[in-house]
């Protein structure tokens, strides 16, 4: 059994690194002091971490299978970390985009 790299949950993360850098370009830089404010290196950071963990549950899924010496209950805790991270980063950019479209149509 293979892991493919192009599973959902890579798929969904490449659409959300898309979607942050598509509201990062849109953003006027002369609007904003510092584009790297805090606020988007913790959200970059905590991209990059669940991906990490993603990544980790990957490998070890495979060790599982081609290996018989990775005891299940690690793999499925590892899996299981990986899955409720990806469901937080998925619930934050829900309501970043919820925020967005509030700010969005406010009338001036």
């Known amino acids: 059994m293979h892991i493919r790299s192009d599973s959902?949950?890579?798929q969904h993360a490449d659409k959300v690194m898309r979607l942050l850098q598509r509201v990062n370009a849109q953003v006027?830089?002369?609007?904003?002091?510092?584009?790297s404010s805090?606020?988007?290196?913790?959200?970059?950071?905590?991209?990059?971490?669940?991906?990490a963990m993603q990544n980790s549950a990957n490998r070890e899924m495979e060790q599982l299978v081609a290996?018989?010496?990775?005891?299940?209950?690690?793999?499925?805790?590892?899996?299981?970390?990986?899955?409720?991270?990806?469901r937080m980063l998925v619930q934050i950019r829900n309501k970043l985009m919820q925020?967005?479209?509030?700010?969005?149509?406010?009338?001036v």
């Open 8 to 10: 959902p949950t890579t």
């Open 28 to 35: 006027d830089p002369t609007k904003v002091a510092d584009s």
């Open 67 to 86: 290996v018989d010496g990775v005891a299940q209950a690690e793999v499925f805790t590892s899996v299981q970390k990986a899955d409720m991270s990806f």
């Open 38 to 51: 805090p606020f988007s290196k913790m959200l970059v950071g905590s991209i990059r971490c669940v991906n």
């Open 99 to 107: 925020a967005y479209e509030e700010i969005n149509s406010i009338r």
